[in-house]
């Protein structure tokens, strides 16, 4: 018979991966709420107009990476590629763009066709946070502190360095763009293929190119900060003497960019210290007309996204807390008890009841001992009589005999510390 594996590019998600996701989403979330941003979860499936109107046409998401399909009423249907332009078609949606509180997370799975590689799939999950805003720099400074606090709480900040940039504002790009690709036109034959298809459509992306032969060509570039005009240069002056005094450490990369249209002024990335090019486990930027590009008013937006997968690479490993405790009875013709005992349990926090039915009562002890019991519920025909069943400890070896009425308070006293 045909083995059925996953789909390329996916996996299923289960024991220690499992643990360490949640660990992620929920550390996250805690987060979040504690700064008053509203959870916000929105559809996998999209109109493609969401992304085909924001990301750029020639972004490689649009042109290479996105599963878009006609479904049965005749309508293009793509899979979400990133959280930024849906929560943006979600506030305009549901009339939220007068709101006093436009702060937003999400956490999720996103979806791109690349090629599947260490921390890369194509079902991906992504946590991300976004406020809508009057164009203020401190909402920038903001994201970024929840930033730095996120990877901190979950240990990896160590591992990582922030690199920032700023991409000024649109007329101040347009003038150095023209520069840029008078520069990359004359050094046309030394570019990768890559950059060579990418210098009419997206030359900024060059600047983000992983080839080592591109990198020689772009150290001798233009630089973008050199174009950039009063208003843009002080904006972005503030937000490094913010975060100087925030104690945020930080260094220039006048090459960062994001690969997407909506991208204006801030820019930045955590990067591992690895040289590789999947190194950022989390980046983010402005965008000042990504919600009027949608049709909606014309709100200032900054925001970030952060890889759950890439994150897990970087994670200590953790071992899961959770406490065991099997119900087990000496012989089968007691099993309808443990299902009378699994009623009577009260929930305790860390605390998972296992349940055994089949084989003989060594054998039950024996699978216990495997799956990391901290102690058994034994029940037997003799305690029965009395209400009482037998707590085995599985560390120590020892037993003694509890009330069935006694037995949640029992439980939570062994399990507390």
């Given at each position: 018979?045909?083995?059925?594996?996953?789909?390329?590019?996916?996996?299923?998600?289960?024991?220690?991966?499992?643990?360490?996701?949640?660990?992620?989403?929920?550390?996250?979330?805690?987060?979040?709420?504690?700064?008053?941003?509203?959870?916000?979860?929105?559809?996998?499936?999209?109109?493609?107009?969401?992304?085909?109107?924001?990301?750029?046409?020639?972004?490689?998401?649009?042109?290479?990476?996105?599963?878009?399909?006609?479904?049965?009423?005749?309508?293009?249907?793509?899979?979400?590629?990133?959280?930024?332009?849906?929560?943006?078609?979600?506030?305009?949606?549901?009339?939220?763009?007068?709101?006093?509180?436009?702060?937003?997370?999400?956490?999720?799975?996103?979806?791109?066709?690349?090629?599947?590689?260490?921390?890369?799939?194509?079902?991906?999950?992504?946590?991300?946070?976004?406020?809508?805003?009057?164009?203020?720099?401190?909402?920038?400074?903001?994201?970024?502190?929840?930033?730095?606090?996120?990877?901190?709480?979950?240990?990896v900040r160590k591992?990582?360095?922030?690199?920032?940039?700023?991409?000024?504002?649109?007329?101040?790009?347009?003038?150095?763009?023209?520069?840029?690709?008078?520069f990359l036109k004359?050094?046309?034959?030394?570019?990768?293929?890559?950059?060579?298809?990418?210098?009419?459509?997206?030359?900024?992306?060059?600047?983000?190119?992983?080839?080592?032969?591109?990198?020689?060509?772009?150290?001798?570039?233009?630089?973008?900060?050199?174009?950039?005009?009063?208003?843009?240069?002080?904006?972005?002056?503030?937000?490094?003497?913010?975060?100087?005094?925030?104690?945020?450490?930080?260094?220039?990369?006048?090459?960062?960019?994001?690969?997407?249209?909506?991208?204006?002024?801030?820019?930045?990335?955590?990067?591992?210290?690895?040289?590789?090019?999947?190194?950022?486990?989390?980046?983010?930027?402005?965008?000042?007309?990504?919600?009027?590009?949608?049709?909606?008013?014309?709100?200032?937006?900054?925001?970030?996204?952060?890889?759950?997968?890439?994150?897990?690479?970087?994670?200590?490993?953790?071992?899961?807390?959770?406490?065991?405790?099997?119900?087990?009875?000496?012989?089968?013709?007691?099993?309808?008890?443990?299902?009378?005992i699994l009623n009577?349990?009260?929930?305790?926090?860390?605390?998972?009841?296992?349940?055994?039915?089949?084989?003989?009562?060594?054998?039950?002890?024996?699978?216990?001992?495997?799956?990391?019991?901290?102690?058994?519920?034994?029940?037997?025909?003799?305690?029965?009589?009395?209400?009482?069943?037998?707590?085995?400890?599985?560390?120590?070896?020892?037993?003694?005999?509890?009330?069935?009425?006694?037995?949640?308070?029992?439980?939570?006293?062994?399990?507390?510390?």
């Amino acid at each position: 018979m045909e083995k059925i594996n996953t789909v390329k590019g996916t996996k299923d998600l289960f024991g220690l991966d499992l643990v360490m996701h949640n660990l992620i989403c929920d550390t996250f979330s805690k987060l979040c709420e504690s700064k008053n941003f509203q959870q916000l979860r929105t559809p996998i499936i999209e109109n493609s107009k969401v992304f085909k109107k924001t990301l750029g046409v020639n972004s490689d998401i649009i042109l290479k990476e996105m599963y878009s399909f006609i479904d049965q009423g005749g309508e293009e249907i793509v899979l979400r590629p990133e959280g930024t332009a849906a929560v943006a078609r979600a506030i305009i949606t549901n009339s939220m763009q007068d709101d006093l509180n436009k702060k937003f997370y999400y956490y999720g799975p996103m979806f791109r066709r690349e090629k599947p590689q260490s921390g890369r799939f194509r079902q991906f999950h992504q946590v991300g946070i976004e406020i809508f805003d009057d164009k203020n720099l401190y909402n920038d400074i903001e994201v970024i502190l929840l930033a730095e606090k996120f990877l901190n709480y979950l240990g990896v900040r160590k591992k990582v360095k922030l690199e920032i940039n700023t991409l000024g504002n649109i007329e101040s790009r347009k003038n150095y763009i023209v520069d840029l690709v008078k520069f990359l036109k004359e050094n046309y034959s030394k570019l990768s293929f890559e950059s060579k298809k990418r210098l009419e459509s997206n030359p900024l992306r060059i600047l983000d190119s992983k080839s080592l032969d591109d990198k020689e060509i772009i150290k001798k570039s233009p630089i973008l900060f050199d174009y950039l005009d009063k208003q843009s240069k002080f904006f972005f002056e503030e937000i490094q003497t913010n975060l100087k005094k925030l104690k945020i450490k930080f260094s220039l990369n006048p090459y960062l960019v994001r690969g997407l249209d909506y991208y204006n002024h801030t820019a930045f990335e955590f990067i591992t210290y690895e040289d590789k090019s999947q190194n950022a486990i989390l980046a983010g930027g402005r965008y000042d007309n990504l919600v009027n590009s949608l049709g909606g008013k014309k709100i200032s937006g900054i925001g970030w996204a952060s890889g759950i997968e890439r994150i897990i690479l970087n994670l200590d490993k953790i071992k899961s807390k959770k406490k065991i405790i099997t119900i087990i009875a000496v012989s089968e013709n007691l099993n309808s008890n443990i299902l009378k005992i699994l009623n009577f349990l009260e929930p305790i926090k860390g605390v998972s009841f296992h349940s055994l039915y089949a084989g003989n009562f060594k054998k039950k002890l024996i699978k216990a001992n495997k799956i990391g019991s901290i102690g058994c519920i034994i029940i037997g025909e003799e305690e029965l009589k009395e209400n009482k069943i037998i707590w085995k400890n599985m560390n120590s070896g020892s037993q003694e005999k509890i009330e069935i009425k006694q037995i949640n308070q029992f439980l939570k006293s062994k399990t507390e510390n």
